[in-house]
């Protein structure tokens, strides 16, 4: 059944996101889908709802304001409940797939207090594709989307700060490692997320450690 969902939603999700370039693409929709399935499979929760939400959960990443400011996903729930009146879901459905839409980036490290096994279950997921050697690259295609710096040296790398999504921009793509990528493995709410977000952890480290060396002329 929500295979059959998926394809009668896939023809509105990517004209949504055809013209992506910050890493939030189709590509990031159904590995994040992927993901949260096979958390799902160990950890319980609904399939049908996870699967659906996960297709749907970037929506606010393409969206603009007109104050230019960062979107929050519960300001896409009207568009969510748009795309998901052309599938065949009953109100509790689309009312659970919101819910997990709108508080997935509500991280409990930041002070929030999620208890939804399929919103936990989303957040590990996307937080999965956060990190290793695709949360590499998709972390330089969006801080170069958004015209950010790859480094500023002269600004502490402090791992004490916590990044908050409402926050909006990191100073540089390398601060965003130490201030949110660098914690996700320690933070995933499911130990099926933990032990697959070790080694992506281990990797970035590795990246970031190098990436240091040369920017300061270590050879």
Same mark, same amino acid.
């Given at each position: 059944?929500?295979?059959?969902?998926?394809?009668?939603?896939?023809?509105?999700?990517? &004209?949504?996101? $055809?013209?992506?370039?910050?890493?939030?693409?189709?590509?990031?929709?159904?590995? +994040?889908?992927?993901? *949260?399935?096979?958390?799902?499979?160990?950890?319980? /929760?609904?399939?049908?709802?996870? /699967?659906?939400?996960?297709?749907?959960?970037?929506?606010?990443?393409?969206?603009? !304001?007109?104050?230019?400011?960062?979107?929050?996903?519960?300001? +896409?729930?009207?568009?969510?409940? &748009?795309?998901? !009146?052309?599938?065949?879901?009953?109100?509790?459905?689309?009312?659970?797939?919101?819910?997990?839409?709108?508080?997935?980036?509500?991280?409990?490290?930041? /002070?929030?207090?999620?208890?939804?096994?399929?919103?936990?279950?989303?957040?590990?997921?996307?937080?999965?594709?956060?990190?290793?050697?695709? /949360?590499?690259?998709? =972390?330089?295609?969006?801080?170069?989307?958004? $015209? #950010?710096?790859?480094?500023?040296?002269?600004?502490? #790398?402090?791992?004490? !700060?916590?990044?908050?999504?409402?926050?909006?921009?990191?100073?540089?793509?390398?601060?965003?490692?130490?201030?949110?990528?660098?914690?996700?493995?320690?933070?995933?709410?499911?130990? =099926? *997320?933990?032990?697959?977000?070790? $080694?992506?952890?281990?990797?970035?480290?590795?990246?970031?450690?190098?990436?240091?060396?040369?920017?300061?002329? $270590?050879?």
């Amino acid at each position: 059944m929500l295979e059959k969902y998926i394809e009668e939603l896939k023809p509105y999700v990517i &004209e949504l996101f $055809k013209d992506d370039s910050s890493g939030h693409d189709i590509g990031h929709l159904v590995r +994040t889908m992927n993901a *949260a399935l096979y958390i799902q499979e160990k950890e319980g /929760g609904d399939r049908l709802i996870i /699967g659906i939400a996960s297709f749907l959960h970037d929506i606010h990443r393409i969206m603009k !304001s007109e104050d230019n400011r960062v979107i929050l996903p519960v300001e +896409t729930i009207p568009k969510v409940k &748009e795309i998901l !009146s052309h599938v065949d879901l009953n109100e509790e459905q689309v009312n659970e797939i919101c819910y997990c839409i709108e508080h997935h980036e509500d991280y409990n490290w930041n /002070g929030n207090n999620v208890d939804d096994i399929n919103a936990l279950i989303l957040q590990d997921a996307d937080n999965l594709d956060a990190i290793g050697a695709i /949360g590499i690259v998709r =972390t330089f295609a969006f801080t170069g989307a958004h $015209k #950010l710096p790859l480094y500023d040296d002269s600004i502490p #790398l402090d791992d004490s !700060s916590t990044f908050k999504e409402e926050n909006g921009y990191d100073q540089s793509t390398i601060h965003h490692f130490y201030h949110k990528l660098f914690k996700l493995g320690d933070n995933m709410n499911t130990k =099926t *997320a933990k032990d697959l977000a070790d $080694k992506r952890v281990e990797f970035m480290k590795n990246f970031v450690n190098e990436f240091l060396d040369e920017w300061n002329g $270590k050879c």
